[in-house]
């Protein structure tokens, strides 16, 4: 009997994976039940009481100081906390919509025949993705955004509209007015109609054939509705929203020269310099990915494609591309989860994002190590989870369906 059990393949496949569990949970109970005994041993306790006590350290001005009306002394560190959060997720959701639009034309121009866009696009993925991240981030930061003119001098970006000195960019700050709610709804719907019409037309190409100039209508629908809705916006109670244009003093005594902080709004050096070096650096990993998908797909599907009189490009939007995402996708995943960690990095220049901010400074003044570690963890398993989550749905909808 006992015999037949350990042969039996169901039986052993069954007895290791329990095995396996119990050993798992053992060991979690065991580092679990270590790092209790010395936490004790020291005289502290384990407890997350520390979050409502007041922060004592300044931070950056950032979206998440604002959001939460960050105050010395008077924010909590559970303030701190999603702050680091806030800063992180933008970092994590612009860089990446930005390193995927790079990555993609990147990875396309390498194997264009252009002799011009292939070579660099070559010289770049070598360049980029055989420096570590680091490095980047120093360059960044030391060697470009600090080497730009002081406080009281600026580069115009975009004329009068826009400057940047070694404090960090000055961009216009939108002002909003009655109105403006109606305005942002109609941006809202005009999205969510150019999605639509891009479901009917693709449903549509698929049934009949009929290819539609999608990207015409799209463009029309994304700037008509609000452009309609602007002005009569306007014509009734004058502008919704207006821009504010960064005001630069040159008169008055030296030491108020500069950018106005009452006027405009401002992206920090560090910010810039993060952002950079994690778009630049992924972007080059992505061009690889796409490319390795696009050589996937048989050159006869390009043949029969342009065969049948279809251009180059819509061959490569139409009919390589969809085909080359079930490539894509898996590995591309890798690269968002690995931008989003890699933001941790920001803690070499102080930019608050959720390490530098909370396992750096707060950590110093609070001394909660297990806690604050944890919750850190946990903050980052979420991201990863979700967005793994997303590329997992979104692999499933664009899968080849064999008839």
Do not use: C
Request: glycine residues 6%; positive net charge; proline residues 4%.
């Amino acid at each position: 009997m006992i015999q037949n059990l350990i042969f039996d393949k169901r039986f052993r496949s069954i007895a290791f994976q329990i095995i396996l569990f119990f050993t798992v949970l053992f060991l979690f109970y065991w580092f679990a039940q270590n790092a209790s005994d010395n936490i004790t041993a020291r005289g502290d306790k384990f407890g997350f009481d520390f979050l409502n006590n007041s922060s004592g350290f300044s931070i950056l001005p950032t979206l998440g100081t604002w959001l939460f009306d960050y105050q010395v002394g008077k924010s909590t560190y559970l303030d701190v906390f999603f702050i680091g959060i806030v800063n992180t997720l933008v970092i994590a959701f612009t860089g990446i919509f930005a390193t995927t639009i790079l990555g993609f034309l990147i990875g396309i121009f390498r194997l264009s025949n252009n002799i011009v866009l292939k070579f660099f696009s070559s010289v770049y993925v070598e360049m980029f993705r055989n420096i570590p991240l680091l490095i980047h981030l120093f360059f960044w930061y030391f060697a470009v955004l600090r080497a730009v003119p002081g406080k009281r001098e600026k580069i115009d970006v975009l004329g009068s509209y826009a400057g940047i000195n070694v404090t960090g960019l000055y961009i216009p700050k939108p002002l909003f007015f009655e109105g403006s709610g109606v305005f942002l709804i109609s941006i809202l719907i005009s999205i969510i109609l150019a999605f639509i019409m891009g479901s009917y037309a693709s449903k549509l190409r698929k049934d009949t054939g009929q290819q539609l100039p999608i990207f015409q209508i799209n463009l029309g629908i994304i700037f008509i509705i609000p452009l309609i809705t602007f002005a009569f916006l306007t014509l009734k109670s004058g502008y919704p929203i207006e821009l504010q244009v960064p005001e630069f003093k040159t008169d008055g005594p030296k030491l108020k020269q500069g950018f106005s902080k009452n006027a405009g709004m401002s992206v920090h050096p560090e910010m810039i310099a993060l952002w950079l070096a994690l778009v630049l650096y992924t972007a080059a990993f992505i061009a690889e990915i796409v490319r390795a998908g696009i050589t996937a797909i048989h050159k006869g599907q390009t043949e029969a494609s342009l065969a049948t009189g279809m251009t180059k490009s819509n061959t490569l939007r139409l009919i390589i591309i969809p085909q080359a995402l079930r490539v894509i996708v898996p590995p591309l995943t890798s690269q968002y989860l690995n931008l989003t960690k890699n933001s941790s990095l920001a803690v070499a220049i102080a930019y608050p994002e959720l390490v530098s901010v909370f396992a750096g400074t707060a950590l110093n003044q609070v001394g909660r190590e297990i806690e604050m570690i944890f919750m850190m963890a946990l903050v980052y398993l979420t991201f990863s989870l979700i967005t793994s989550l997303f590329m997992n749905w979104f692999n499933y909808r664009i899968k080849l369906v064999e008839r």
